[in-house]
């Protein structure tokens, strides 16, 4: 229970539901005659009225009794009514759209809320940029959940981010309104170890009774996954296998099954349900990351329903799982999540089970979106100033700043070393070694190879560090990248082809206030400005969707024809995943977490 | 999330569970080769063992690795272990022990945890009475978990009862450790009516996000049930039909199914289940009241588990519905109702799902029960004086206090009066009306038509007060009883068949502190003192069992064949009950709640 995403607290408004239910005080709205989804009972029933006062829902039966003259009467003949969407673990960053613009996209697809882990935010700007978002967010009707992000910097030690999360700005952001669980605690060796931080932040949760939200990504069901689940950790989204999640479900633990823009992980986790004839009351269905391309093409957890539906997770169920399965799991579902008396009336139209397009979006009793369109607005939120410029690099760079020196000695000739080799459409990397041309000291990068400089500039505190690597895989021939989307500090990453693209291509960023860029032969040939942070920009999901679809053409030109090839290289820095990676502080073997030499 | 209940919250032993998971360190128990009984997936797990530290479960598998020199290992081969049962609606007083006895109980029956609404001491002795009760408990494994009584008294303008609840004492007990919600709301006409009383005590029950218990004990599922649960019920346990249950579920109300010692409702309301294809989670099963006799003779939700498969529900259906699915109805679920990883050791181990006899009771990873007996003892409870010495009536009862004036103007000859007419077996009573006879201005009682003088002395403080009435049906010949077991205000009733017996009966039990009595020609021929409170005493339970069959074995002597007369007796002052009842401020039409005339 949580007034801040009600449009009143149930306790101000008792006595109005109780008059609208008998009929002594009209309704504000009523819906008629819809088929309901009733995910309490798992049942379809017919030819139901919905009567909603104060935002809630008064009454459910034949409600002709509670229609006056101010009432506002919807036909839902034919139309099938769902509670509204709740995705259980979802960025909003990874749209590359403000919370605001976030809300348009997401509400016409069925969103009534979201728990929402800003972590990608946090390591930028911090708890502040993250009370910023909030309160965009907030001008919207969408119920943006914040659990805290658990994890700043993701690997500690190896890395600087804009900001630091520990056991105490946890028991801070626990008294914030909005705020109902700790983020994804993506350190789970810190939690199976025992740390102190771990720990720490674990302990402030549980002490706020609230909710804290997994990420147990490696397939182990036995003594880590006890572990973890021990330590009070209530829902996990990062199952790969239909056994992960069938064990976590057994072990009283939210199975959150994800079909994201890039991780399509519900075709083979659905067969955890499917397979086995089991209560699946601890089944979620959420998005974790989701594009501006996929909200515009396929939709949001309208689309994942579909998918689910396909996969053969009866559709009934497949609705609980994003609905009361997610109220429960957060101990929200005295508001949230059913179609019942006293709740918040946050109501999807659907015009089929067998279609189930969204026809309209119902929050708080008003409706807020209508064949797939918002139908509200507002003006751009002011951003400070200080989020919209983030970009804090210690030093000039020109194309001497991507000089990688040989080891000493080495003059002319060759050296070996290490690649970091990324996987088309895998979050993993594989370590490679190399040899490479070394000219008057400097070693140079190899396209006849597929080898290109990397370099990743600390972008948040001018601390002037950087770090130096090479990458295998990408297939460019000429020009560079760069993007300060480069998880999870987010600092400056630059790949590219030659010392002048590169250079441009940094630039570029720091000048725009960061984004994601490509530039060939001394020319800007793509560009996503995200001033946000870095990482979003106030547009709606069509333009960015056009924006970022424009960039990707730019990569092919330059030679790449990776799907989504920005997405594969913002993950490089990225120290909690295997095997090698680069950060600003150097390489990281991301197997044993020690830094290694550039050279083998 | 409650730490009361816990050996330690969770936050404290994260570490711990997390080592222990992973055989870092030692288990204090582990659990070998047992039947899991898993209430998250609703499936049976087979030889599964459970390792635990802490009173909580810190793994779930095969736990080999976590038993070292000190771990006590327990054989389960060939057992079934559930999580502990958990009521979640209960009156402790309704057993005629303390809270102490009562554990003593019910723990070996496999109850690890009741949700417990003290009203009938709450009555007598305000929220003091319950915070002593709540001690008595605290020293038992019980998980007794309180909610406030709402309704002290029952109704509010008709009767006297020892102490007032509202709004504020409501929000004072909110703030207590071991209150969890807000016990049975039985004015649903207040709460339809909008008045300030139900909806202040709801309101501050909701600020405090805690749950509100219900009590809509009327068979109508539309617009008044509606309006109720709009006003935030959570559960109720008073559905007598079939598809009243049924439509508290569907309305996302959890749906108590009872199964006391006097209300058997469960077999008409399993039907709700067994005829209907639907989701069962909103469904509890829960005992309500619970006389010794039954505690002795048939168990305690064991029991109720056996009638409900009886009855045709599931058995693992049937056991989440007194686990899982009441520690989610009061939002306990983190640390109780399932055996996962990080939530309390209450572990009933079963000897077969056909039996479901319970041969051991775990209670934070101790066992307390073996075989039926329960394993822990202490010295009784020394109540304060103002607890075993509740009776303060304002008058010394003589015969003289027995005579019933006759209206003005009629010294011999008859007079017309109301009756309670007594239904055996059912709470309800039919007003009724007879001719008595009247000699020197007092009407007189009749035998023969069955007819028996009835007080209500205020008992609590010393007001004086009393009502006078007839009762109908008990068929005593001679003597008469009394009772301070006398609901809700539990006043001090006698009723008889002469004014000497009943001073007789009035007198011996205020001079023992209260009870009850059966007293003929002179002598008292059956006596259960219940000092504390007038409604308990501190006795195990064959022992109060044995006093209370006694009793009414007197009750055969002076002529009741009925089946627990005194329960029905007890119900004589109950004005929340149809149709006629009397009170210690008279008569009262229980249907119009108005005061009526002794005469018609």
Redesign the interface.
Known sequence: ?LDHFCKK????C??T???????HQSADVVIKGAHLV?V????I?EDVDVAISEG??????QAD?CVGPDTEVIDAAGSYIAPGFLDGHIHVESSMMGAGEYARAVIPHGTAGIYWDPHEICNVLGLEGVQVMMEDAARTPLKAIVTTPSCVPAVPGFEDTGSFVGPEEIAESMTWDGVVGLGEMMNFPG??A?TDHA?GE???T??A?KVITGHYSIPET???L???????V?CCHESTRAEDA?AK?????YAQLRYGSAWHDLPELAHAITD????T??ANLISDDTHPHTLVEDGHLDHVLRVAVQCGIPVIQAI?MMTINVA?CF?MD?DLG?I????CADIVFLDGLDTLNVTRMMIDGTVVAEGGKPLFDYECFAFPDWVTHSMHVGQPITPASFVVKAPEGTTDGTVDVRTIQIIPGKVGTFEGHATLPVRNGEVLGDPSQDILKTFVFERHHETGTFGVGFTQGFGIKRGAMASTVAHDAHNLLVVGTNDEDMALAANTLIECGGGMVVVADGKVLGLVELPIAGLMDDLGAEEMSEKVHALERTWADIGCTMPSPFMTMALIPLACLPELRLTNRGLVDCTTFEFVSLFV
Chains 1, 2 share one sequence.
């Not at 019942?340 to 709740?343: A, C, L, S």
């Open positions: 229970m607290p149930l306790w101000e008792t006595r539901l109780a008059a609208v239910a008998q009929g009733n309490c009972t798992a049942e029933q809630r829902v008064a009454y459910i039966g009794h939690v199976l025992g720990h674990l302990a402030e549980l002490k009774n036995d003594r880590g006890n572990a973890y689940i021990a330590s009070g209530r069938l479900m057994r072990l009283g633990q086995h004839d089991i209560d009351r601890f609980q429960t101990h005295d059913s019942t008396p006293g709740k």
